[in-house]
Structures are given as C-alpha cells and as structure tokens.
C-alpha cells in the first residue's frame, strides 16, 4: 500500500478555506485517495474519494493532479465544528485500509 | 437508522481473561473490518472480512481473533488479552463495491489491567 505523507496540523480562523495537501508518492493505478474526518472519541467519518482531477461534493473538494502522487482536500468557509483530524488514505481494491497519522486542524473564532 | 453497533462500549478486563466485543450493522454490508487506535499510532487495522466465512489480516492481528458466520455480525476475540491490547477499537463496514467509504461504529474502549 501507498504510503501518505500529511502535514500535523494546520490552524484557521472561521469563514476561510482550508487546503490539505497529501503525499503519496507510490500510488498504484488501481488505487483511490480517500479522506476522512475524526472527532475525539468518535469513529472516523467518510468525506470524499477520487481517482483523478477534481470531486465536489456538500463537505468538500478533492483535486487530484494528473500524476497522482499528492491529492488537496479542500475545505470552503470552515467553521469551529470543523475542528477534528482529517486523514488521508490510499485503498486498493483488495480491502485493506492503511491510516496515516492524520492532520489536526484547528478552527479559531 | 443505518448504523454499525459496538458492545460493549466500555471494558475492564485482567490479562489472560478471554473477552468479545461484538459487532453488528444493518445495512447489509459485506465488507467488515477492525481497528484499533492509539495516541501516536493513529488507527491501525486488525482484521477486515470481505463476505461471510471470508476473513484476512490487517496490519496489527497479533492476539486477536475474528470470526464472520453471518453477514451482519463481525466479533473481535481476544482469548488472553494483554495490557498492551487496552486501545480504543473500533468496527467499520462497507459495502462490496465501495470498501473506501466505510461506516464506523462509536468505538469500544478497553483496559487491560
């Protein structure tokens, strides 16, 4: 499995957009980046997945470039209960997850 | 409601004191897998089942046992927990065709004293 490499942490202020860059170097052609978000004692929760170029949905953005290598989750107007750590992944079709250590994002007033 | 239920939430066990946590889902999902999640470690997989009677190892399955009888019911065996097994576990599902999107459950946390 793809190693991803992701920054600690990041601090914002309500209102702005919050990028989060992935790196994941040795990403195989079958393989999708996904992202998820945890908040403290709770299960980590599904965001967005992709494969190549750009995903939107209601949370969230996804831009993929076209050598795979690094993936941005996006963030529009973030907010204080946005605060959690955001993780990125790379899975294969055969299963198995491999966590990274995650980015604590933090959202101040 | 479409959920992933974990019991019990809260444990505290003595090492070598054989225990289950169970896990089930009602979104007939065929997918199932185990995690365990330490401060610095982040979460780690212990187990994944793809379908019924269908299990492999994840990352860490040292000391844990799983089984998957039935589609909606994926329990964790621990048979002589250890202190370095207390962590906070958690149980996902997914379905086939999408193991990225995964469901998870409120999590358990066990001690293992």
């Known amino acids: 499995l793809a190693k991803t490499t992701q920054p600690i942490s990041m601090d914002s202020y309500e209102g702005q957009e919050v990028n989060i860059t992935c790196s994941h170097n040795?990403?195989?052609?079958?393989?999708?980046i996904t992202w998820y978000q945890q908040f403290p004692s709770q299960g980590p929760r599904f965001i967005i997945q992709g494969y190549k170029t750009k995903v939107t949905n209601e949370v969230a953005s996804l831009f993929i470039p076209a050598d795979r290598k690094s993936s941005t989750l996006s963030l529009p107007r973030v907010s204080l209960s946005d605060t959690a750590v955001y993780y990125c992944?790379?899975?294969?079709?055969?299963?198995?997850?491999?966590f990274g250590s995650g980015t604590q994002v933090v959202v101040t007033p | 409601e479409a959920q992933v239920t974990q019991n019990p939430r809260y444990l505290i066990t003595v090492t070598g004191k054989k225990l289950t946590v169970t896990c089930s889902q009602n979104?007939?999902?065929?997918?199932m897998s185990w995690y365990r999640q330490d401060p610095g470690l982040g979460l780690r997989q212990i187990y994944y089942?793809?379908?019924?009677?269908?299990?492999d190892k994840g990352d860490v399955p040292e000391g844990y046992k799983v089984s998957r009888k039935e589609k909606r019911n994926f329990p964790l065996i621990l048979e002589s927990p250890s202190p370095n097994q207390t962590s906070l576990y958690f149980c996902a599902s997914a379905t086939g065709s999408s193991y990225n999107e995964q469901f998870f459950g409120p999590g358990t946390r066990l001690t293992v004293l």
């Open positions: 992944l790379v899975v294969n079709s055969w299963g198995k997850l491999q």
């Open positions: 979104m007939n999902h065929e997918y």
């Open positions: 089942s793809m379908n019924v009677e269908v299990t």
């Open positions: 040795n990403i195989a052609t079958n393989d999708y």
